[in-house]
C-alpha cells in the first residue's frame, strides 16, 4: 500500500502564493509511485484532478491552473510538491494528493486517472 500525508494548506489573499507538500510512504515498488497528482474538492463541485507529474517529473495540468501552478516531486525525499501562485477565490478547495503505480500505456500521467491510492486533503482558503 501506499500512504500518503499532505501538508502546507492554510489561509492566504487573492494575488498569493502556497507551496504543497504530500509525503509518500510504502514498501518496494510503491514507496516511488509512477503516476502522483494534486486533485481538488469542494462540496458543490465536481472533484477536479489539477496536476500530475510522472516518475521523471514531466508534469501535466487542468487549464484552470495552467501557468500558475507548478508540479514537482523529489524521489529522494520521497515528496510531492504543488507549487500555487497567483491564487484566486475560486482556488479554494481541500487538495488530495494522489498516485497510482500502474503505468499508463502512453507514459503520461493525467491527473483524473491518478486514482490508485489518496491522502485526507489540505485544506486552501483564497480570501
Known amino acids: 500500500d501506499v500512504q500518503l500525508v499532505e501538508s502546507g494548506g492554510g489561509s492566504v489573499r487573492p494575488g498569493g502564493s502556497l507551496t504543497l507538500s504530500c509525503a509518500v510512504s510504502?514498501?518496494?515498488?510503491?514507496?516511488?509511485?509512477?503516476?502522483m497528482a494534486w486533485f481538488r474538492q469542494v462540496p458543490w463541485k465536481k472533484r477536479e484532478g489539477v496536476a500530475a507529474?510522472?516518475?521523471?517529473?514531466?508534469?501535466s495540468y487542468a487549464d484552470s491552473v495552467k501557468g500558475r501552478f507548478s508540479i514537482s516531486r523529489d524521489n529522494a525525499k520521497n515528496t510531492l510538491y504543488l507549487q500555487m501562485n497567483k491564487l484566486t477565490p475560486e482556488d479554494t478547495a481541500v487538495y488530495i494528493c494522489?498516485?497510482?503505480?500502474?503505468?499508463?500505456?502512453?507514459?503520461?500521467?493525467?491527473?483524473?486517472?491518478?486514482?490508485?491510492?489518496w491522502g485526507q486533503g489540505t485544506q486552501v482558503t483564497v480570501s
Open positions: 494522489t498516485a497510482d503505480v500502474i503505468v499508463p500505456p502512453t507514459y503520461e500521467c493525467i491527473a483524473s486517472f491518478v486514482t490508485g491510492y
Open positions: 507529474a510522472d516518475f521523471d517529473g514531466r508534469p
Open positions: 510504502g514498501s518496494g515498488d510503491t514507496a516511488s509511485p509512477y503516476c
